[in-house]
């Protein structure tokens, strides 16, 4: 009898059992591994709002050209994002990482390289596929690996970095600009080649993951794998089980490697059962992954990230060491903000974060684009309350966004999928994300000035308060369900379901 089928009997071998730290310490380092494109992608979204500065006057380029050049990436990356679902099935989770570095890699030394405005939009581009293909794989391998005990925590790892990385491209742009302007800007895009070399070599220590082992029909590694990231190994042979079971893999197929029945190769029905004929909680399940991805962009994240040193001109910060300086601050608050996030997401669940970050934007939201119609309705006066109230605001928005909305739409969508439809179903929901976020970068300056800067954020506030009711009335909490469960939270497309504990700790869910 094989090894899995051992495990699978439930037949007690004398191998001393992992401590449970160490099993939590390996699952943390293959999300922090795996994270690491998001590291490359922060960098790349944060360099841009101060490098801009300088491009624009190297290449003399016009608001239109330097709109479309912030905002471009992320129309690129649904390249990406359309084909990291199909690509993950195909060739695995973890080289669809590596995928995503090599194109990362050569978009930043395309773009450090660049000598003309056609030529840094090949770099772009470029790039832009890899943010496609990272922001699917990272959440999805993440979630895919950890207990459901630290699926939250860890799940949020993606975010975390793409804030720490939007903090190192401020920093960059502060350093960098003292340099002279032809310079500058060429080595704030070009350092960012260097985090992929690290995420080549780092991604030799990651497994695959277990799920998508499951589906080759590789029981025997998905259960290593899950023996090394679950708390006991009564819980790696019960995640096993259940994967199986949602593979519809029989439970008489115990041998380490199997032929999955029924299988359908690399995507192949997906997107039928996906898009054509869904079950109602899987319609429902789509609606919200989209709905959640809408609000996330549709609110003024990326024009606030892209765009902080034009907002801090227009409040009346006038240097631009000040700008600089002052767009620092808002990396650090945002990634101070999104490590809390991270660390309480599996105390209160998602759905109390999301509720109270978007209520928060709404309500900074407001403020700021109040503060901003002030100042441009009183042109040379010095309104030192209303400058105040702008910086304090633009602050406390990145802040409450960074509690609930950043993280938990990452987590959210990469765990209530089945797993059959998880990729495809998780790529939609980022290439709408992608969309978004750049319909945002490619229009805010134009709709600044269409509506004043103060207006644009009194919409935006607008969209958050729609995006808080669409999270209070539609969205269940997900915290502590097995991912192979999540589908029973789903099908009556209202958030009235809730979970009872057994006094064996097993969730039953409920309608109410």
């Not at 600044?448 to 506030?461: D, H, N, Q, R, Y």
Request: glycine letters at 10%.
């Amino acid at each position: 009898m094989s090894s899995s089928a051992e495990v699978e009997k439930g037949v007690v071998t004398a191998e001393v059992e992992a401590p449970r730290g160490n099993r939590s310490r390996f699952a943390f380092a293959c999300a922090i591994l795996a994270s690491m494109t998001s590291i490359i992608l922060g960098y790349d979204i944060g360099v841009m709002s101060g490098a801009a500065i300088f491009i624009k006057e190297d290449l003399k380029l016009s608001d239109v050209q330097l709109e479309i050049l912030m905002g471009i990436l992320n129309i690129y990356s649904l390249v990406g994002s359309g084909a990291a679902g199909r690509t993950s099935d195909w060739i695995g989770r973890r080289y669809t990482i590596v995928l995503a570095g090599a194109f990362f890699f050569c978009g930043a030394l395309l773009m450090g390289f660049a000598t003309n405005y056609p030529f840094i939009m090949v770099g772009r581009f470029v790039a832009g596929i890899g943010v496609g293909y990272a922001m699917m794989i990272a959440p999805v391998y993440t979630a895919e690996v950890a207990p459901a005990t630290s699926r939250g925590f860890l799940s949020s790892f993606p975010e975390i970095f793409i804030n720490i990385g939007i903090l190192l491209g401020y920093v960059s742009n502060y350093f960098f600009s003292k340099l002279p302007v032809h310079l500058g800007w060429r080595f704030m895009l070009g350092v960012g080649a260097i985090p992929s070399v690290c995420l080549a070599i780092g991604v030799l220590a990651m497994p695959e993951s277990p799920r998508w082992l499951v589906l080759q029909g590789r029981l025997g590694d998905a259960f290593k794998v899950l023996d090394k990231t679950s708390n006991t190994k009564e819980e790696a042979i019960s995640r096993l089980n259940d994967i199986k079971r949602a593979a519809g893999i029989p439970e008489d197929m115990t041998d380490d490697v199997i032929v999955v029945p029924n299988r359908k190769s690399a995507g192949k029905g997906v997107w039928k059962d996906l898009l054509v004929r869904p079950t109602p909680a899987v319609r429902h399940i789509l609606i919200a992954c989209l709905g959640i991805h809408f609000s996330q962009q549709a609110s003024g994240i990326d024009a606030v990230v892209l765009y902080s040193p034009t907002i801090f001109q227009k409040a009346g910060l006038k240097s631009k060491n000040d700008q600089l300086l002052a767009t620092v601050a808002v990396g650090i608050v945002k990634t101070l903000f999104i490590v809390v996030g991270t660390c309480v997401v599996d105390r209160f669940g998602r759905r109390a974060l999301l509720l109270t970050s978007m209520g928060g934007m709404f309500l900074s939201l407001t403020a700021l684009g109040t503060s901003l119609t002030v100042i441009d309705r009183n042109p040379g006066h010095t309104l030192k309350w209303a400058i105040g109230l702008s910086v304090t605001t633009v602050m406390t928005f990145v802040a409450t966004f960074s509690i609930g909305a950043g993280p938990v739409t990452w987590v959210y969508c990469s765990e209530i999928f089945p797993v059959r439809l998880r990729a495809q179903g998780a790529s939609l929901g980022v290439m709408l994300n992608r969309l978004m976020s750049g319909i945002i970068g490619m229009t805010f300056l134009s709709l600044s000035k269409g509506l004043t800067i103060g207006g644009a954020f009194l919409l935006f506030a607008g969209v958050a308060a729609a995006a808080w009711v669409f999270f209070f009335t539609f969205l269940p909490e997900t915290r502590g369900m097995p991912l192979e469960e999540m589908e029973s939270l789903f099908g009556s497309y209202t958030a009235n379901k809730k979970k009872n504990v057994t006094k064996e700790g097993k969730e039953v869910v409920e309608e109410h």
